[in-house]
């Protein structure tokens, strides 16, 4: 059975202007690869209510899960709760429990549960709450949309909470080699033992490290024996060309 | 006026497995930004020549400039030109300028101008070189979708010699405050301040650092005048509010 399929959208005018780098879709990429659920696509767009529900309704249409980064804070350019409404076609109110969690927060003066805060709990009908261990504040699901956090500790915190309730496949695995040889001279062996061998996924990754060409061959499957197969094949064809310090990084070790 | 948009395209299954971190948009988007040049969308898919052919489609009508990074070097899994050639519909093949550079690249016994690496001198028809002064292999620009290389020294360089054919708008300037007030508590007062300015982009960015809470609150805009007028007002309204060490960056030391 293929494995489920996942589709992040980043959102913010922070990340496409350049002044905050993201770091959310690396982090969930890395942790739904080792749950067995495929990221396929990621996306990113501004705070601007018709790309955000444009982007909701493509994604959520296509793939098992889909997981949002940003803008569900308590300033006036938080909108993303508001829009998931929009995209699911449901109402949009303060919940009593979201509410009640901010209440046992926000309860000195100086950060009283004023109107601003209390955004925070407006949460589209049907959700359900997703704990925000961090900072209280929570995300929510509804249907096959996870809303999440931009701030990178929350949004990690969220995404441990979530990953138990989703049904993970087959782990991809990964073996990797190290190679000091040009890209372009393993090209050739390296595309024979790809069509050879169609289940593997196969990927070069040139780098020039103190004055030397190498690059990083890295099979990819479910299947370790099949892995451990291809990989041998790839390090015998790498010292028949002359490599000798290759670094092999074995499936236990390596992130597809 | 308004500026002309752009989109990214970031191409790669290293991607989206999390094995590499893309540092390529953050980067691009700080040059457009500085260009005058609005990114609204980034899109992150797999070496899937379906994937890669339908979103080449879908921003490059949409936007007026697209950049692609990633897949154009000489292994089998490097399949972006082509699929730029099947997005216009046009042939492609081996170009003689494109491997003239590589030939003076590539000549010695251990690195000579092979199959695969030719296959790097590729190039869709009615297309224009884009220049690599770091390791040679060019990019190249069809229509208003540039394709430039996923190594990041490489993609820079390559950016470098893009932005001078683009045409640029008013650039971005941003002034941004960090005021030491938790973000629930600016929050309506900055939403005032926002609904009474709609030229002025306003964001709110919260953190928390040495146990305090506080948030960078950043206004943009392309008139540096209405910009100071705004940061004016956001001084005034956190002072207000009791703020005493206000961090400002002006426009000309801040990235939007």
Known sequence: MPN???????????????????????HLARRLTEAGIDLREARMVADDAGEIVAALNALRAR????????????????ITADCVAQAFGVGIDVREDARAILATNYRNPETELNAARLRMARIPDGADLIDNPVSKAPGFRIGNVHVMAGVPAVFEAM??????????GAPLRSHSLRVFLPEGTVAAPL????????DVAIGSYPFQREGRFGCTLVARAQDTDRLGAVAAEIRAMAEALGATDILETPPDAALA
Not at 5 to 11: D, E, N, P, R
Request: aromatic residues 6%.
């Open 4 to 26: 489920p399929t996942a589709a992040m959208l980043v959102i913010g005018d922070e990340i496409l202007s350049g002044r905050t780098r993201d770091s959310n879709m690396n």
């Open 63 to 78: 793939y098992t899960y889909v997981f949002t980064s940003g803008g569900i804070g308590p300033t006036h350019d938080d």
């Open 159 to 168: 995404v441990e909470g979530v990953l138990p309730t989703l049904t993970g």
């Open 191 to 198: 595309g024979e033992i790809a069509a050879a061998n169609p």
